[in-house]
């Protein structure tokens, strides 16, 4: 038999928040990054990749906000997390906003707000994944 039905690992829920959690991550550091190459090479797609990354960023951060709402993420610190989601997906949002503004006009303030959305999506990721064991129990 392989599946062992009684198993004391993370369910769905879990695993997909997780996911979309973990995918979240690097797509607002690549925004930022692309933000800081736009302000170093001023060319305009630069700014486009920076607003394709912060838009499935923010479609991600969504998501897995969705999930630790419904019951995915049951940690000691569930307040901090939900908070840390909160937050990364408020400046997520101003900072979407932001880059749908004209080129240049997005500068400096684009950067600093992709800086600012990385920040607290780094800290409920590593949060999140630093009480899981090997073999994803907690």
Not at 11 to 20: C, I, K, N, P, Q
Not at 22 to 51: K, V
Not at 98 to 114: E, F, K, N, S
């Amino acid at each position: 038999m392989g599946i062992v039905a009684n198993r004391a690992g993370p369910g769905g829920l879990e695993l997909f928040h997780a996911a979309v959690l973990a995918g979240a991550l690097p797509l607002f550091l690549a925004a930022h990054l692309c933000d800081h190459a736009y302000s170093r090479f001023h060319e305009i797609q630069w700014s486009n990749f920076a607003s394709w990354l912060l838009i499935g960023a923010m479609v991600l951060a969504t998501i897995a906000l969705a999930c630790a709402l419904l019951g995915g993420y049951r940690g000691r610190q569930r307040a901090l997390y939900l908070l840390l989601l909160v937050a990364t997906w408020v400046v997520g949002f101003f900072a979407a906003l932001q880059h749908g503004r004209d080129a240049w006009a997005i500068m400096p303030a684009a950067m600093y707000l992709t800086a600012a959305a990385f920040l607290p999506a780094l800290l409920a990721t590593w949060l999140a994944f630093a009480g899981l064991r090997p073999g994803g129990v907690r």
